[in-house]
């Protein structure tokens, strides 16, 4: 699957995912009682880019591979196949003593802020911990970092021997955008860090995420499945479905007229908060359930779920590109995309009879 390339960047970007692969080898039982070997299909060919200064939400529902993606972009996980560029340099192969410079470069917030922090530990120590690792502050000098870090995401200096039983949910989040901060990292791998926090908890945090941005000119790769979230953060949007980037493209633009049928049934389901728009809002239900990542389905493998499909689809794999009446900048991978703002499973006009036949598209 081809995407954007370096070369259509302003300039070279931070991160760098090219054509990432992470499979997961599981054994299923069998009938004579022996395990056959199989692969689950976590990430599949994705490449994506986060420039310097921006932030790429990645969205998608539940189980299509976004936190996996976020951990092999940290090298947290290993890829199967593809490869990880931060800064121009490979990091793939390298193995942890060089890999560590780059740790201090790339930090990542996780999504449960009760499972992410040892509740054995007092805050100071947790949010110390980065400079104890890599030796950057000196022993002296650790309470009084530590300190201005609370002090810098919204929690008071004076509680830095508690523990983090005794903070809310919102306020651990913050403990861990804290440590995150430690080692003044370059980008941050969001994975959905406000999805587990209440409605007005996540504003706070995602202004927090803002304003911290503007201020050391931080990168994000922000995972959610909040959109109305994502918009307000986020600079291009990446969607993924059963382990692949179906489109991406700026804000503004992809979730203004989506060309991927997926793309469009996602943000029929955001919530309507005016009445009479909410109104005249149609959800669009898809039908059936999503294919097992064991076993995906041939070509693009949202076909058993989209009303558009033909029989091209299911004999060759989509590529994401750009698609006539599109941005530079907005990719799709879609044989038949939508057209500016057509309905979902609108009639549409018959293509040639090589395409309804499975021809060369």
């Known amino acids: 699957m081809t995407a954007p390339t370096a070369a259509d960047e302003p300039t070279p970007p931070l991160l760098r995912l090219e054509d990432v692969v992470k499979h997961y080898p599981v054994r299923a039982a ?4 022996r395990g056959r070997r199989e692969l689950v299909h976590a990430v599949d060919g994705v490449t994506l880019s986060v420039s310097r200064g921006e932030t790429v939400g990645l969205v998608g529902e539940t189980g299509c591979g976004k936190s996996t993606l976020a951990r092999l972009a940290m090298r947290l996980l290993d890829v199967t196949e593809g490869r990880v560029v931060f800064d121009g340099v490979d ?26 922090l040892n509740p054995r530990r007092r805050v100071g120590s947790i949010i110390a911990e980065p400079f104890a690792v890599h030796g950057v502050v000196a022993r002296s000098e650790r309470r009084r970092a530590v300190q201005e870090l609370m002090e810098l995401v919204g929690l008071n200096p004076e509680h830095y021997n508690r523990f983090p039983a005794e903070f809310s949910g919102g ?17 941050l ?13 996540q504003a706070q945090i995602v202004n927090l995420l803002s304003r911290l941005q503007a201020e050391f000119g931080l990168s994000y790769l922000f995972i959610a499945h909040d959109l ?44 309507v908060v005016d009445p009479d728009e909410g109104a005249r809002h ?35 794999t989509p590529r994401l590109e750009v698609r006539p ?37």
């Open 30 to 33: 069998s009938r004579l009682g």
């Open 91 to 116: 990091l793939t192969r390298l193995s942890a003593r060089r890999l560590r410079p780059y740790r201090r470069r790339m930090q990542m917030i996780f999504q449960d802020p009760y499972g992410s």
């Open 171 to 187: 306020q651990r989040q913050r403990i861990g955008v804290a440590r995150a901060l430690a080692l003044r990292p370059e980008l």
């Open 189 to 201: 791998v969001c994975d959905e860090p406000v999805s587990a926090l209440d409605v007005s908890i």
């Open 228 to 271: 109305s979230v994502v918009r307000h953060l986020c600079d291009r949007i990446a969607v993924m479905y059963l382990g692949q980037v179906v489109e991406i493209g700026p804000v503004g633009e992809l979730d203004v007229e989506p060309r991927h049928p997926y793309t469009q049934a996602l943000l029929s389901a955001v919530p």
């Open 282 to 316: 149609r959800r669009i239900v898809l039908s059936g359930d999503v294919p097992s990542p064991i076993d995906p389905p041939s070509g693009c493998r949202f076909r058993t779920r989209c009303p558009n499909a033909r029989a091209l689809c299911a004999v060759e």
């Open 325 to 361: 009446g599109s941005g530079p900048r907005h990719h799709a991978a879609c044989h038949f995309p939508l057209e500016p703002a057509e309905p979902l499973g609108a009639p549409r006009r018959q293509p040639p009879a090589d395409l309804r036949e499975g021809g060369p598209c």
